[in-house]
């Protein structure tokens, strides 16, 4: 059973009463008359053939209040797009995907490259952003959920808690995350939200000062959850990263455009489970190494932006401090794992947190050097300025994809 505490800086939704995924459905269709609701889920081709996927699309298929369900789809080449035209098609629900290695996207892509428009890089986030340059040009849907395909333990309870704090008309929430614990197999997970994010953001505070910001980020019970929803109109006015840099970025730019009264999370499953990554040591370009890095310059680059003056003596300091914190953390992680009969492997926490220490210094001596490296994607406003008719044509691109000869 959940608390009931509210941090004051952010609404908390907690369950605490069990209510039935039906009661929650029969609330949210209602709702769906005055604030029709959809869901982008951002998928590689690969996640296809795992064993999550196919169950979340079984469990959406019961999802009786969607409008919408836009599916981002990476990696995948002319007869993957086809198997997957044909995997998602039991969906009883209006879907789309969006083959974003097709010519048809592509070509878009090159269009916005041209006027230095386009995402750098391939990535989850550069897939969400086309997601929601789609989803607005279809104006199907007002309350928007987004989750990730991975999730071994998903139920259609998840979505329906995650999308209600933005659906409920009465409401007046901009945005929501989901949040969890992440445990399985008798251990605790989420290695990097829990050994680099939150001891991070507290080394930033105690350097650069206390800053509502910070506070504000480290208000959120599981900042990298993949899981968060939002009122349609958000998704015009944020930039955000195109790499793992994607959820603290999307935290980052809601508390820029809107009060924190606006923002809440909400207890969204029990037990969590999904696709674990490796930690990946020996290859900076993959697993945690990679995630890692990504996130520490996500940060960066917003705390500039906030006037935070970084120097490179300032990125030792940090490496020092988030150090000291994570080993600390890694202590009180442990206590409670063993008071819930979990395990906790110290032993490689500690040289997770090695690793993502290492990082977070190279990650701000790659900003100092160029701080412009992998800026954020432009918001769809701007796109809306520069190309006026580019979200109608990547409408009609994705509609020929979908129904048409590829
Ligand atoms: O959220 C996280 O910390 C990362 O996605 C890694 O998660 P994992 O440790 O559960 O694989």
């Known amino acids: ?7 004051g800086i952010i609404t908390n939704f907690h369950n605490l009463t069990r209510r039935s995924v039906e009661a929650l459905e029969n609330d949210l269709k209602q709702f769906s008359r005055s604030r029709p609701m959809g869901l982008i889920l951002p998928s590689l081709y690969s996640e296809l053939e795992g064993p999550a996927l196919s169950h979340i699309v079984d469990e959406l298929c019961k999802v009786p209040y969607l409008s919408e369900i836009v599916i981002g789809l990476d990696r995948a080449d002319r007869e993957q797009f086809l198997k997957a035209r044909e995997f998602f098609s039991r969906l009883p629900q209006h879907h789309r995907i969006l083959w974003n290695d097709g010519p048809r996207l592509q070509a ?5 490259a041209q006027e230095n428009l386009a995402p750098l890089e391939p990535g989850k986030g550069c897939n969400v952003w086309y997601c929601s340059g789609y989803v607005r040009a279809s104006g199907k849907a007002e309350a928007i959920a987004l989750h990730d395909c991975d999730i071994v333990t998903y139920d259609r309870g998840l979505l329906a808690r995650l999308i209600y704090p933005v659906a409920n008309p009465r409401f007046h929430y901009e945005f929501c995350k989901g949040y969890y614990s992440r445990i399985a197999s008798g251990k ?8 680099m994010v939150t001891p991070l953001i507290r080394a930033f505070k105690m350097i650069y000062g206390p800053l509502p910001y910070l506070d504000y980020l480290d208000s959120y019970r599981y900042p990298l959850s993949g899981e968060f929803s939002m009122r349609a109109d958000v998704l015009d006015g944020i930039r955000i990263p195109s790499d793992w840099g994607l959820e603290i970025g999307v935290l980052s730019e809601v508390h820029r455009n809107f009060s924190t009264k606006r923002l809440c999370q909400v207890d969204i ?7 674990h990554q490796p930690v990946s040591e020996e290859d900076p370009s993959g697993g945690l190494n990679r995630m890692s890095m990504d996130i520490a310059k996500a940060m960066y680059r917003k705390l500039a932006t906030l ?27 442990d206590h409670d794992a063993a008071m819930n009969g979990l395990k906790l492997d110290r032993h490689s926490e500690e040289a997770a947190v090695e690793l993502f220490a290492d990082n977070i210094m190279q990650a701000g001596a790659a900003f100092f050097e160029s ?17 006026p008719d580019l979200q109608d044509r990547l409408f009609e691109a994705v509609e020929l994809d ?3 000869e590829v």
Request: glycine content about 4%; overall charge neutral.
């Open 371 to 387: 701080p412009r490296d992998k800026p954020f994607i432009p918001s769809w406003n701007r796109v809306q300025a520069a190309i």
């Open 402 to 404: 979908n129904s048409g």
């Open 108 to 112: 878009l892509q090159q269009e916005l």
């Open 307 to 333: 006037g935070v003056e970084m120097s490179v003596e300032s990125f030792r300091t940090v490496k020092a401090t988030y150090y000291r914190v994570a080993l600390d953390l890694i202590e009180a992680y």
């Open 1 to 7: 059973m959940s608390d009931f505490y509210q941090n």
């Open 188 to 195: 605790l997970n989420g290695r990097v939200a829990r050994l």
């Open 269 to 275: 499953a029990d037990a969590y489970d999904h696709k």
